[in-house]
C-alpha cells in the first residue's frame, strides 16, 4: 500500500491514499492499533474491496470520492445510529452548495443512502469499536458518486456529474468536513432533535406508502417518522411498527 499524502483542514487530519482495500478496513485497522485518533480522515482515489451496507460491494473506481472519517465520541452504543443521520444531513447541505438548478431534488433515504431526483448517489456505512458499552472508536464510510455510476444499477443510482458540470471531490469533501463540523457540535451539545428535524426536511417518501425489506420480507406501510435512535416508524393497519433494518424499496 502506497504511503498517503496528509494535509490538515481547520481541525480535521485528512490522509491521501491512491489505492486501499477499503478505507473503513484500514480505519478500523489503525483504530485498533491506536495508530488514528479523533477526526483523521482516510480518503482513496479507489478501493479495490469498497463496501456497503450488509457487506455489498461497492464499486469504487477513480473519480468518485471516498473517504472514511474517524471519531472518537466516547458515547453509549444505544446513540451511535444518530451519527449517520447527522452525516449524512452534512452531506445533502454540502451537495446543496453546488445546486443551481431548483429543480433538482436532494433527499435522505433511510437510512443511509442520499438521493437526487429519487436516484441514489451516495450512501454511507457505519462501523464501531466498542468496549464496556461504550463506543469508543466511529468510523463513518462514505462514498460519493461524482463520475460515474455501475451501468447495472441505472434505474436507481445516478452520478452528480450528470447535475453538475464542474464538481471537484476535494471541494466537496471540505464542504462535507465544514457541515459535519457544524451539526456534529450541534448534536453533542443539544442532542438529536435538530439533526432530526433537519433530515425530516427532505426525507425520501415521508408520510408516504413505501414497501421496506427487512429479513427479505416485504413489509408495507406508511412511513411516519424516525424515533430517536433512528428507526424507522411504519404506519400498519393504524399501528406504528418500528424497525431498525431492512431496505427502503424505491418506486421509479
Known amino acids: 500500500m502506497n504511503s498517503p499524502q496528509t494535509i490538515q483542514y481547520k481541525n480535521f487530519t485528512i490522509h491521501q491514499y491512491d489505492c486501499v482495500d477499503s478505507t473503513n478496513d484500514l480505519a478500523k485497522d489503525l483504530a485498533n492499533n491506536q495508530k488514528i485518533c479523533d477526526r483523521e480522515i482516510i480518503v482513496a482515489t479507489q478501493q479495490n474491496k469498497g463496501r456497503g451496507r450488509m457487506n455489498r460491494h461497492w464499486v469504487s473506481p477513480q473519480g468518485n470520492l471516498y473517504f472514511s472519517l474517524v471519531l472518537q465520541p466516547k458515547i453509549s452504543l444505544n446513540i451511535i445510529a444518530q451519527l449517520s443521520f447527522v452525516a449524512i444531513v452534512a452531506l445533502r447541505l454540502a451537495v446543496n452548495k453546488f445546486v443551481?438548478?431548483?429543480?433538482?431534488?436532494?433527499?435522505?433515504?433511510?437510512?443511509?443512502?442520499?438521493?437526487?431526483?429519487?436516484?441514489?448517489?451516495?450512501?454511507?456505512?457505519?462501523?464501531?469499536?466498542?468496549?464496556?458499552?461504550?463506543?469508543?472508536?466511529?468510523?463513518?464510510?462514505?462514498?460519493v458518486n461524482i463520475n460515474s455510476f455501475p451501468l447495472d444499477l441505472s434505474n436507481i443510482a445516478d452520478k452528480l456529474q450528470n447535475y453538475f458540470s464542474s464538481i471537484n471531490k476535494d471541494d466537496l469533501l471540505k464542504k462535507f468536513l465544514d457541515e459535519f463540523d457544524i451539526l456534529y457540535q450541534n448534536w453533542r451539545d443539544f442532542g438529536f432533535k435538530n439533526i432530526r428535524q433537519l433530515w425530516r426536511q427532505n426525507a425520501y417518501n415521508l408520510n408516504q406508502e413505501i414497501t421496506i425489506k427487512p429479513n427479505n420480507n416485504n413489509i408495507c406501510g406508511i412511513f411516519k417518522d424516525i424515533d430517536d435512535e433512528g428507526n424507522l416508524l411504519l404506519e400498519i393497519n393504524q399501528e406504528i411498527h418500528k424497525f431498525n433494518c431492512g431496505d427502503v424499496i424505491m418506486v421509479l
Not at 443551481?100 to 441514489?120: M, R
Not at 466498542?130 to 462514498?143: D, E, F, M
Request: glycine share 6%.
Open 100 to 143: 443551481k438548478n431548483e429543480n433538482y431534488n436532494i433527499q435522505n433515504k433511510w437510512p443511509n443512502d442520499l438521493l437526487i431526483n429519487n436516484k441514489k448517489i451516495a450512501g454511507i456505512l457505519l462501523e464501531s469499536i466498542n468496549s464496556n458499552n461504550i463506543c469508543q472508536y466511529l468510523i463513518i464510510g462514505i462514498g
